[in-house]
């Protein structure tokens, strides 16, 4: 079992920047891959972009390709979501999810396993 905590979420003005973290529990971190989704009001969750177990592979939605940047530290069980030049279209609860035992980027929502509790991302224009 792996519990995924979100933080870093808050308000800022459009061209800003945030960092989002998750931090997670268990001794198996790096076998997991990770993933960022969000889900804006009135939408359906959405992917953001993801990353290998190793960090060695990542992959990015179209929409935050150039200005968002998913990492890892294993040896501190976090992964990490640099999110620059936000757009009020960037407003939404982002989560962080994990896949067991994947040594491939994810990009599907129903292939993780665990998801976090969220936290909200709110861009002002």
């Known amino acids: 079992q792996v519990q995924l905590v979100e933080s870093g979420g808050g308000l800022v003005q459009a061209g800003g920047s945030l960092r989002l973290s998750c931090a997670a529990s268990g001794r198996t971190f790096s076998s997991y891959a990770m993933g960022w989704f969000r889900q804006a009001p009135g939408k359906e969750r959405e992917f953001v972009a993801a990353i290998s177990w190793s960090g060695g592979s990542t992959y990015y939605a179209d929409s935050v390709k150039g200005r968002f940047t998913i990492s890892r530290d294993n040896a501190k069980n976090t992964v990490y979501l640099q999110m620059n030049s936000l757009k009020p279209e960037d407003t939404a609860v982002y989560y962080c999810?994990?896949?067991?035992?994947?040594?491939?980027?994810?990009?599907?929502?129903?292939?993780?396993?665990?998801w976090g509790q969220g936290t909200q991302v709110t861009v002002s224009s």
């Open positions: 999810a994990a896949v067991r035992y994947s040594r491939t980027v994810v990009a599907a929502q129903g292939e993780y396993d665990y």
